[in-house]
């Protein structure tokens, strides 16, 4: 029996590779990958290739490579395994996964399972990935998610050798874990198990990346800075891995960071016609440039988002961004847009483009709410929450729980604005503290940098217009506890803390906001104006 090690770093002389560039732009670094298997000797290259692919969940050319094993080697049944596993897409897409890809998964794990595999473990292997696959049409997606995690789980206590084992293991219960649950028991753990296989496998794509997604919630975003600092290091070919990095530069307030990674990640995307992940980076990078008052810079790349949907092919060799990402990253761009500048009458004369997802269109209704409320138009916050309603029932049907209640949370506050704009402030408050406790016990998806507009950052807005900053600032410094560095919130702040004669506070705010915005545009923002006039004062 033949057994083999792969160490993919990654074979650019091999004839497939060669062959895949037009789905992949040039072969080059994608990291490197140890997988015991018993396949062939000739298909080794091969499947280096696919193995680091498929860790940096570039899944259209992972696909392609172990299809081609699958050709050449009639007995790969592990090579059906990553066909498998590619064929699930981003385990941290919270979004039901559609029948017919269900059903080509289902297929895939099938044939895998009827090759006559050579090696036990192989065998678990392609067991474990049947079960996101398994009753599908009967069981819900959260449990067989939950299913796979614990197979996983099995397996890596089977084969404790087996790095692979336990770094799959790692990323299932990462992506397997409660957003409710904020002790964070799940991440810790896969990020922990993560961190010791790095020491032995620095090079390995697939570790630096799940430590990020491990670590991508604000209590834990620091824990994954090293890993943010090296994936794109380890492999600068696949788009995905350049823009990962942006996801714990964003939690933790690293604009430039965020901006200078997926300025590359979406040329990365671009080249290798991966539009959705372009889509993806450019959603992360408008919202940097406006925390940071780029706004000249933000308006060119929401400007642009036409052209680069115009690329878009739905055939194309699939990514880490489904179709979905792309959707909801044309709803939210303009729409940070329109709301980070507080433009208001922009937000509620959004256009509304219609998609497959409830959850994108949401994102242009909440904005029109939003802007409507702040220009005086009732009537246009009602049609908003009547649409965001019909978003909720429609996902409800769909039984997108997650997706379900961030909705939820955009009307609950944009009937918050409009009981505001009726003059019913204590019902307006009501309804702002239940949507900012609710979004305080959830998470934000992964295909998102952030809210639209966070809920207690609105709670504080709200706040000032009642004439109350007192009680706005600690709103303010909660959501920058949660969301550092944001633009609209150390806003907020100055004006809550001057406004209530907190002059240190105030001082404090401003400086922070004059040096993040280093490179805002000129003359700025009216809020940077008078952040620069206030920490001049204070200086003198």
């Not at 699958?70 to 064929?87: K, N, P, T, V």
């Not at 192989?122 to 398994?134: G, K, M, N, Q, S």
């Not at 150390?490 to 907190?502: C, F, H």
């Amino acid at each position: 029996m033949y057994r083999a090690v792969l160490i993919a770093a990654v074979v650019a002389a091999s004839s497939v590779a060669a062959q895949e560039t037009h789905q992949h732009g040039d072969a080059g670094k994608l990291g490197t990958v140890k997988f015991t298997n018993s396949c062939s000797a000739d298909v080794q290259p091969t499947f280096a290739r696919g193995m680091a692919l498929l860790h940096s969940f570039e899944f259209g050319p992972a696909t392609e490579a172990f299809k081609t094993i699958a050709e050449a080697d009639a007995s790969c049944g592990i090579a059906r395994w990553g066909m498998a596993l590619a064929q699930w897409g981003n385990p941290f897409s919270p979004a039901n996964r559609p029948a017919r890809q269900m059903e080509t998964g289902r297929d895939l794990a099938a044939r895998a399972s009827a090759t006559a595999t050579k090696t036990p473990r192989e065998r678990d292997y392609i067991v474990a990935v049947a079960t996101l696959y398994d009753r599908f049409d009967t069981v819900d997606q959260r449990s067989r998610i939950v299913a796979y995690r614990d197979a996983m789980a099995r397996l890596a206590a089977t084969y404790p050798d087996d790095p692979e084992a336990s770094t799959f293991y790692a990323l299932a219960l990462a992506a397997a874990a409660d957003p409710a649950d904020k002790t964070y028991v799940d991440q810790l753990k896969a990020g922990a198990m993560l961190e010791k296989l790095w020491e032995a496998q620095p090079d390995h794509p697939g570790i630096p990346h799940y430590i990020i997604h491990s670590y991508d919630v604000p209590a834990l975003a620091s824990r994954a800075i090293s890993a943010a600092r090296r994936y794109a290091k380890v492999a600068p070919d696949a788009p995905h891995a350049l823009h990962m990095p942006s996801h714990t530069f964003t939690r933790l307030g690293l604009w430039q960071d965020s901006i200078d990674t997926n300025i590359l990640s979406a040329a990365a995307a671009r080249k290798a016609g991966v539009i959705y992940e372009e889509l993806h980076a450019t959603d992360y990078q408008v919202y940097a440039y406006l925390q940071t008052g780029q706004d000249a810079a933000a308006r060119k790349l929401v400007d642009g988002l036409a052209d680069v949907l115009a690329r878009a092919n739905p055939n194309a060799a699939a990514s880490a961004a489904p179709s979905n990402t792309g959707s909801y990253a044309v709803a939210a761009t303009p729409a940070r847009y329109a709301l980070e500048r507080g433009a208001w009458g922009d937000a509620a004369s959004l256009q509304v483009r219609p998609t497959r997802y409830a959850y994108a269109d949401a994102m242009t209704w909440f904005a029109r709410a939003l802007g409507s409320a702040r220009t005086h138009d009732p009537a246009g916050v009602k049609t908003a929450i009547d649409e965001l309603q019909k978003g909720i029932d429609r996902l409800t049907q769909e039984k997108e729980t997650y997706w379900v209640e961030q909705v939820t949370i955009q009307k609950i506050a944009a009937t918050a604005w409009l009981a505001l704009a009726e003059g019913r402030s204590s019902d307006a408050l009501s309804s702002m503290r239940e949507a900012a406790d609710r979004e305080d016990r959830t998470e934000k998806s992964a295909v998102t940098p952030g809210p639209l507009a966070p809920a207690r950052e609105l709670l504080g807005e709200m706040l000032l217009q009642l004439d109350r900053p007192k009680d706005a600032l600690p709103e303010f410094q909660k959501t920058m506890a949660k969301e550092p560095n944001r633009f609209r919130a150390l806003a907020g702040a100055i004006t809550a803390a001057t406004k209530s004669g907190d002059r240190a506070a105030a001082r404090k705010y401003s400086e922070q906001l004059v040096a993040m915005c280093a490179k805002a545009d000129t003359p700025g923002r009216p809020e940077l104006q008078a952040a620069r006039s206030l920490a001049r004062r204070a200086s003198q």
